[in-house]
């Protein structure tokens, strides 16, 4: 067992956005194959749904992203089959990436004030969006038992085991570096689900 600081942390951290990238694949895929009723996916044809997943994929991963092109091929790709107000919008975004992304933004947060206090700590934030995207049908009750468990360990300095079966007990700094991931991909992900497309700010 490790504690998760420079080499190993970052080991540890590229390890953890790997998972965060693969769930959003993993998220959209399982909606190509099996949407539930009222699911914006349920309005394009496989092409499109492909397109999507791969426009989501490269805004969360790269910095440049999105660009003008990409913004404007995700809108002409929705608004081809129907109007987007902005109430359908939100719907749209927390169905596409909400579990992935915009909800462990939450979880991480819980995580980073659950190893300051030593005691595992659940936000009324998560919480009300926990309710909110489990109406929208996109998490599960396991997952939400999974980070609660993930978040229990974190606050009593116990290991987490990565994918290879290494475990690492994780340190604030490891948390900041997942979280600014996080956040940096929200962003971007914001901006392309903005109708009215934002330049990126300066580097």
Request: with cysteine; aromatic share 8%; net charge neutral.
């Amino acid at each position: 067992m490790s504690v998760c600081k420079h080499n190993l942390c970052k080991r540890w951290v590229v390890t953890t956005l790997s998972a965060f990238i693969l769930t959003i694949l993993i998220n959209a895929c399982a909606s190509v194959l099996a949407a539930p009723p009222g699911s914006p996916f349920n309005y394009l044809d496989d092409e499109d749904k492909a397109r999507v997943v791969k426009i989501l994929q490269d805004v969360s991963k790269r910095s440049n992203q999105p660009t003008r092109e990409t913004h404007r091929e995700f809108w002409v790709i929705w608004e081809k089959y129907k109007r987007w107000p902005e109430s359908d919008i939100e719907d749209l975004r927390d169905w596409l990436v909400g579990p992935s992304l915009i909800y462990m933004t939450y979880v991480w947060q819980d995580a980073m004030d659950s190893l300051k206090t030593r005691t595992p700590q659940k936000s009324s934030a998560r919480a009300k969006y926990e309710k909110r995207i489990l109406a929208l049908g996109v998490l599960k009750v396991s997952d939400i038992e999974k980070n609660d468990e993930m978040i229990e360990k974190v606050a009593y300095r116990q290991p987490l085991t990565t994918e290879d079966g290494q475990e690492y007990v994780v340190e604030e700094a490891g948390i900041a570096l997942v979280m600014t991931s996080l956040m940096d991909a929200d962003k971007r992900v914001n901006r392309l689900f903005n109708k009215v497309y934002i330049e990126p700010p300066q580097q």
